[in-house]
Structure formats: C-alpha cells, structure tokens
C-alpha cells in the first residue's frame, strides 16, 4: 500500500469515527431536549415558565440516577405543583379513556353527560364521587373487569413458577382453577387441584426466602427443620406448622428482619445503596426519567440468583415488551426501555424473580 494511500485511508477511518460519534451524541441528546421541550411547554401554559437560567442549568444535567433530584433542585415550588398537576391531569385523562374501553367493551358505554361530569371532577375527590355519576351495571361491570385481570394475574403468576420448576398446569387444572370461586376456601380448593409436586414448586421460593432471612440473622434453619418444613403441604394453617417447628430465637429474628425492611419503600438500605449486593429483600426502583420521552432506565435488585423477568404492561393489562427473560446473579442490575414507536400514556413495569414481583407506574410523554 503506498503512502497516498494509506493516508486516504487513515482520513477516512478518523471521519468515519467522527461521524459515528456525532450520531450517537445526537441520539443521547435528542430524547432530552424534547422531555425538556415538553415540561417547558407544561410550564409555559401554567404561566409559570422556565428562566433562561433554568434552562441553562437543566442543560448540565446528566441523564442518570440523581437526573430527577437535580432537575428538583432548579424548579421553584409553584413550577414544581404544575408539574404535579398536568401529571394528575394527565392520569386522570389515561383512567378515564381505559375505563371508557373497558365499558364500552362491555356493551353500556359512558354517555356524553356522565364524561362531562367525570372530567369536571377536581383532582382529589374520592372513588365515591366517580362511583355516583356511573350506573350500577357500569359500576359492577367496572368491579368484574378489574377481577378478572386480578384472576388472570394470579393464575399467570402461579403457571409462570410451575413452568420454571418443572411441573407446568395442564389445561384441565387450568380451567379448574379459572371456576374456583371466591372465598375463603378457594385456597384450599386450589391446593386439591395441584400435584404433590407443583405443591411443593410453589412453595419453594417462600422456604428458599426464609431460610435466606434467618441465615442473614445468624439463625439459620438445621437440615432436620428444613426436612420438616418442606413437608409442610401448603394450606391455610401452613404458617402456624413452620412457626412451631421454628426456635424462638429464630422467630425472634425473623420478626427483626421483616421489620427492618418494612419501613423502607420497596428499595434498598445503606448497604444496598452503594451497589452491594441486598441482603434481604427484593427491590424495584422508580424509574428515571419519570415521565420520559422516548427512553427509560429501570434498576431492581435480587436477593437469591436466578431467573428474573422484567417486563412492561399497558394500563389494561395487555403484555408491551419483555426486557428481561434470564438468569440473573444477586445484586443490582438495570434494564432500559424505549417505547420511541408507542403512544404517550401510562405504562407498568413488572419485576418478577422467585416468589418476588412488584410493579411501578411509569408515564411516556409524547
């Protein structure tokens, strides 16, 4: 290769990097500078905008973590309240149109006049006032819907674990379990529909925390407890029978340990903050940037390694995107989601890992 050559392709390779690195430049700045377009423009039409300070200092800040806390720190309290507010609004606009489908699909949709009255509502007013403008067969049609997608959940939740483990329901045992009804007894009435086997897959993630809880507290449970709790059939006085196999130090601390983690907000403690990984409980942080426009970053963290499953819903429980579907080590992790190609509204983030799932509201803004 001669020199002239080389050099033209040295040329080339540097431009090309350069342009590589301007697109991607590009496409991280682009996504906040139309969330700051939106909240400015929110701002704006509340009469009270954002300074040209404001703006210079929301420039600086770095998409990450501490992007929300910063962004608290450059509002003024009234700027801070019509955010809150157009947020509220904006919510109540997403209940009102999925509770209009879900009416609808029901065959005794919303009038005009009750719509009207609906969103004359002021932000605050309790499910009683909105139960008074519907109907009694809208109200219990409403009450049936949200049922149903609780049943769903269940039984989805209750399929997903046997899968993993091995022992899956059949057809019959699932058309069994959508009959059960409700009450104090379809507890029981679920476990006769199970096999011994996918009994004790389902109760293997509340042995597996517990036995993680005590070994965190410096009680762990003896190979002969073990034995016997296993043995325990799930059932309504199940908690009773591994309470008296239990030491008392061992109940003791195990009442220590939920206390610890209940004051806290689902996150993580001082250990946990720094990246370590959690000793106890599981955790699903808010998302950031919350409301967001087009992507999201979602961070969780797992108490015991395996699968782990993250995954978006919308506001009627229909399933958007699987982020995550894998095993996963203990400690903290993230995923990120761009919803570029969807409608703005309200969406759900899930984490589901063992017998762990919790979920967050989380709002695109278009």
């Known amino acids: 290769m001669t020199r002239k050559r ?14 590589v690195a301007a697109v991607a430049q590009t496409q991280v700045q682009r996504p906040k500078a139309n969330f700051v377009d939106r909240i400015s423009a929110v701002l704006e039409k509340a009469g009270c905008p954002l300074s040209q300070r404001q703006l210079d200092a929301i420039a600086k800040i770095t998409p990450g973590p501490d992007a929300r806390g910063a962004m608290q720190k450059i509002l003024s309290d009234d700027q801070k309240k019509a955010l809150q507010s157009a947020l509220k609004q904006q919510r109540t606009g997403l209940q009102l149109r999925g509770m209009a489908q879900r009416l609808k699909a029901a065959g005794i949709p919303l009038t005009d006049d009750q719509i009207a009255k609906i969103k004359a509502l002021k932000l605050g007013e309790g499910k009683g006032a909105l139960q008074s403008i519907l109907t009694a067969d809208q109200v219990n049609a409403l009450k049936k819907g949200a049922g149903l997608k609780r049943e769903r959940l269940v039984i989805g939740g209750i399929a997903v674990q046997l899968k993993k483990a091995g022992y899956p329901l059949s057809v019959r045992q699932i058309a069994q379990i959508k ?22 897959a389902l109760k293997k993630p509340f042995v597996d925390r517990l036995a993680a809880r005590l070994k965190a507290a410096g009680q762990p449970l003896s190979d002969e407890q073990l034995k016997s ?21 061992q109940v003791s601390a195990l009442k220590k340990s939920i206390s610890e983690a209940a004051p806290s907000t689902g996150t993580t403690d001082k250990a946990t903050a720094a990246g370590e990984t959690p000793r106890v409980f599981n955790a699903l942080k808010p998302n950031y940037p919350n409301p967001f426009n087009p992507s999201t970053t979602i961070e969780y963290s797992i108490v015991q390694p395996g699968n782990v499953r993250v995954q978006i819903f919308g506001i009627n429980g229909q399933l958007i995107s699987t982020l995550v579907d894998s095993y996963q080590a203990a400690g903290w992790h993230s995923a990120t989601w761009n919803a570029g190609n969807l409608a703005g509204g309200m969406y759900i983030c899930t984490v589901t890992s063992g017998g762990f799932t919790q979920s967050r509201k989380m709002t695109l803004l278009k």
């Open 6 to 19: 080389l050099f033209s392709f040295l040329l080339f390779f540097t431009l090309l990097i350069i342009l």
């Open 229 to 249: 709790i296993n043995a325990i059939m799930p059932g309504k006085n199940a908690r009773e029978q591994v309470k008296a196999i239990l030491t008392s130090e």
């Open 179 to 200: 009959n059960l009804v409700k009450g104090a007894k379809s507890r029981d009435a679920l476990m006769n529909i199970l096999t011994a086997e996918q009994k004790v």
